[in-house]
């Protein structure tokens, strides 16, 4: 049987009409969140779970759309595949996102204004380091367009397990270098684009959250997307972060994308605090020349930005070789603390330890946005 994936229940979805907005499930954001997908082995059969929305439990069209909805995945998937249709109400209240992962100690977004600074490469490596520190470590890859934590890690062929806990089917993470990771990598097909609305992205998003079994934890680093997005809104609305690391390189372009990252956790309606910046691709150093520096980008812009913020620079990272190799290749460059990189990045986390003791200590939980 074809492997059946949430993406291909979504497309089923979305021929199935709501006579209430004449518009498909989808379009109607009556999909609560993306479909949960599991196999039986046992038996061979593949099952989806699918959480419809209406807008009241009197709705006259309730049965006839579940009936619709049923029978356009059987006939789109496979009609052995088996379909569990629950339903929600928007006059009821969802079960509150203060509840989501008591046993996460500290969770860190990591943002940057700009694509292509090297944020991921820092969050991959910040969270490998913060485990061969020692601590439990764990790495939710929040690109949802464009996820890269599986090549990283070197566990694009991996696919997560469902397990039971207290009564609910819960998605295991992947665990790699002592890091456990979550990415919607895991779940669609590399080679094509990811073509979702905004909302079926935040769904995704959200069941990588609330629907996985990610245990007790110190860290929980997230690899948040470039800019300001839904996905942050997404994030900022149904987990208290601990703190924001704005990744940029010195150049002017990246450093005022930065200012906006940093406006927008500051935000008296957010109110994340900034634990601090990172300036990625400081400089180069030829390794035949190792005395001297070329600022290819410019020099400190991110320490100037960081002093004007009054922020703590994190660390400076300079342009090698090795760290964009190791990454492409699954083996991140903070495996090799024999390494001047590798060492970079260990200290890194030694001081991300710092600055959230500091924070933790000084201030104030963070609340969850308001959804109002």
């Known amino acids: 049987m074809e492997t059946l994936y949430p993406k291909k229940v979504m497309e089923a979805l979305a021929t199935v009409m709501y006579v209430g907005t004449k518009k498909n499930l989808v379009e109607s954001e009556m999909v609560a969140e993306t479909p949960s997908v599991g196999f039986d082995e046992e038996r ?6 699918i959480v419809l929305i209406f807008p009241r439990e009197t709705d006259p069209f309730l049965k006839s759309t579940v009936k619709a909805a049923e029978a356009a995945v059987k006939y789109h998937c496979g009609k052995d595949v088996e379909v569990e249709i629950a ?17 996460v100690e500290n969770i860190i977004a990591v943002s940057s204004g700009k694509g292509g ?3 991921s490469t820092v969050s991959a490596n910040l969270a490998i380091a913060l485990a061969r520190l020692g601590y439990r470590v764990g790495l939710l890859d929040c690109d949802i367009f464009g996820p890269s934590m599986t090549k ?3 566990v694009e062929d991996e696919r997560p397990y469902m397990v039971e ?8 993470p992947v665990e790699k270098y002592g890091v456990k990771l979550l990415s919607i990598g895991f779940f669609v097909n590399p080679q094509t684009a990811t073509l979702w609305r905004g909302g079926m992205a935040t769904g995704a998003l959200k069941q990588l959250i609330a629907d996985a079994d990610w245990g007790a934890l110190d860290y929980l680093i997230l690899d948040t997307p470039p800019g300001t997005s839904d996905i942050h809104l997404t ?9 924001a690391i704005i990744v940029s390189t010195p150049q002017q372009v990246a450093l005022a994308d930065a200012r906006k990252g940093i406006d927008m956790y500051r935000n008296e309606k957010v109110n994340v605090p900034i634990l601090g910046l990172i300036e990625n691709m400081a400089w180069f150093t030829p390794a035949e020349l190792p005395e001297y520096r070329y600022y290819i980008f410019g020099k400190e812009g991110c320490k100037r930005l960081a002093e004007e913020m009054q922020v703590p620079l ?4 300079p342009i090698v070789q090795s760290i964009c190799d190791n990454g492409d290749n699954g083996t991140p460059t903070a495996l090799a ?36």
């Open 44 to 49: 061979g059969v593949w099952s989806t779970k």
């Open 337 to 372: 603390v024999e390494t001047m990189s590798g060492q970079t990045f260990l200290s890194l986390a030694q001081s991300v330890v710092t600055v959230v003791r500091r924070r933790n200590a000084t201030l104030p939980k963070t609340t969850i946005v308001s959804t109002n």
């Open 117 to 119: 600074v090297g944020k």
């Open 87 to 103: 339903t929600e109400f928007k006059s009821a209240p969802r079960s509150t996102v203060e509840k989501l992962l008591p046993e």
């Open 152 to 154: 990283m890690f070197g």
């Open 314 to 317: 994190l660390a400076q990272i």
């Open 165 to 172: 806990k207290n009564g609910r089917n819960l998605i295991e």
């Open 235 to 243: 994030l900022l609305q149904t987990l208290a972060i601990t703190g």
